[in-house]
């Protein structure tokens, strides 16, 4: 049942903008009407109405450890008790960029902000200072937040400057961000042929999971360090989702491939807002108040957002084998779905991440991906939800599996996929 979930999203489309306050959440894509959480606790959440399910998306990936992880909520605890935010320097700032430093060798110097959104916007403003360049390469199918200059599409023109994805968004936000097609090196000589003294930087999602987790190819991420270089152009990996999951290194140690900058989101929060974007020094000691490149924040480096990336950054740190452990969860359950579905659909997995694209076809770039078919997909994901499985409400997003999820709870999951594919 879900009768005060069905009540509350009547209420909230009322005062909030199609009830919800991030698009995904609208369960649009699924036709269902989305749940409404009341709590959560390890790898169970609980919705309004009481129904308790077994949960893959973990606030879309900070929730490595599960939900209300003790020594998370403890240290938050703490931490709020001392006061919410100061607009000042703490301690905790100081500590978490040195820890992210020792995790993330290229992450030299970092500095923190709120969100994913706003590290890559950074990010890309810093990049743009330090080359006195102007254009970027991004890759049809990563999302990098909901900045102007990256609500791009490619259209037809796939290897031309693209337009506007958003009302509101100005032509001339978007006319220096280029659109490549991931896993295709072509699409990137060709831009850099084009524009040889006019790219600041290529920024991609080291796996791309916001068109469902795609894996980049062998060699493709070593490529991408190589031209940058020759063309002196800045490699930034946005590791919103990444970093921190696939290992404890992200996917810079994952697949052994170094960037200039990085950027962090999720994880990095330990479930609360905090974005992180860093790099090598003499590209950050370009950011004021030392350097010309502005960027300022009063909530930046939140006390209590700190308190609980750190909190999880440690105990990852102290505990390396969890990423063992999750990926052998992951892979059961890929494999679970591959058995019973006799290859009517594609599953593809990195680390904790797994995308089932309801295609039968291999899905390595955007456009296999949306090939795939999003009414099947509908039905899978309803018929999850009505078995206590909750997974993310579109074919386009990642499961994330953690390491509060049992072997019970992934031997429960793994007949209901059975029994649903």
Not at 43 to 68: F, K, Q
Not at 70 to 84: F, N, Q, R, S, Y
Not at 255 to 280: E, F, N, S
């Amino acid at each position: 049942m879900d009768t005060i979930s069905k009540e509350l999203f009547e209420a909230a489309k009322q005062h909030i903008p199609g009830g919800v306050n991030s698009p995904v959440r609208a369960f649009r894509a699924v036709g269902r009407t989305p749940r409404f959480i009341a709590s959560a606790h390890g790898s169970r959440i609980t919705d309004a109405d009481g129904n308790e399910m077994i949960d893959y998306v973990c606030s879309w990936g900070p929730g490595i450890l599960g939900h209300a992880h003790p020594g998370v909520i403890e240290k938050v605890t703490e931490a709020c008790k001392d006061g919410l935010t100061f607009g000042a320097p703490t301690r905790r700032e100081v500590e978490l960029a040195k820890l992210i430093a020792e995790l993330m060798p290229s992450m030299e110097m970092s500095r923190l902000v709120n969100s994913g959104t706003e590290a890559v916007m950074s990010a890309i403003r810093l990049a743009r200072g330090y080359t006195g360049r102007d254009k970027i390469i991004k890759f049809k199918g990563c999302y990098h937040g909901h900045s102007d200059g990256l609500l791009v599409k490619a259209g037809s023109g796939a290897l031309t400057s693209s337009i506007p994805d958003s009302a509101g968004v100005p032509a001339d936000y978007t006319r220096n961000t280029l659109v490549a097609l991931y896993n295709d090196k072509a699409s990137v000589e060709e831009l850099f042929s084009a524009n040889p003294d006019r790219i600041a930087a290529v920024i991609v999602e080291p796996v791309a999971a916001n068109m469902g987790v795609v894996l980049p190819a062998p060699g493709f991420l070593s490529f991408l360090r190589d031209i940058t270089v020759k063309y002196g152009a800045l490699l930034i990996f946005d590791e919103v989702i990444t970093g921190f999951r696939l290992s404890l290194g992200g996917a810079q140690e994952y697949y052994h491939v170094t960037p200039d900058l990085t950027t962090l989101g999720k994880i990095a929060g330990g479930g609360m807002p905090i974005g992180v974007y860093g790099g090598r020094r003499e590209i950050m000691e370009l950011v004021s108040p030392i350097g010309p490149v502005y960027q300022a924040g009063t909530l930046s480096g939140n006390p209590v957002a700190t308190a609980a990336g750190l909190q999880t950054l440690r105990i990852l740190k102290e505990d390396p084998g969890i990423y063992q452990r999750i990926e052998k969860k992951t892979e059961r359950l890929a494999d679970a779905v591959r058995e019973a579905a006799e290859g009517r659909v594609c599953v593809n997995q990195a680390g904790s991440l797994l995308s089932v694209f309801f295609s039968e076809a291999g899905v390595t770039d955007y456009e296999s991906a949306t090939a795939s078919d999003t009414d099947r997909y509908a039905a899978y994901f309803g018929s999850l939800l009505d078995r206590g499985i909750y997974v993310a409400p579109s074919q386009f997003e990642a499961m994330f599996v953690s390491d509060a999820h049992t072997d019970a709870d992934i031997e429960f999951t793994c007949q209901v996929i059975k029994e649903v594919l």
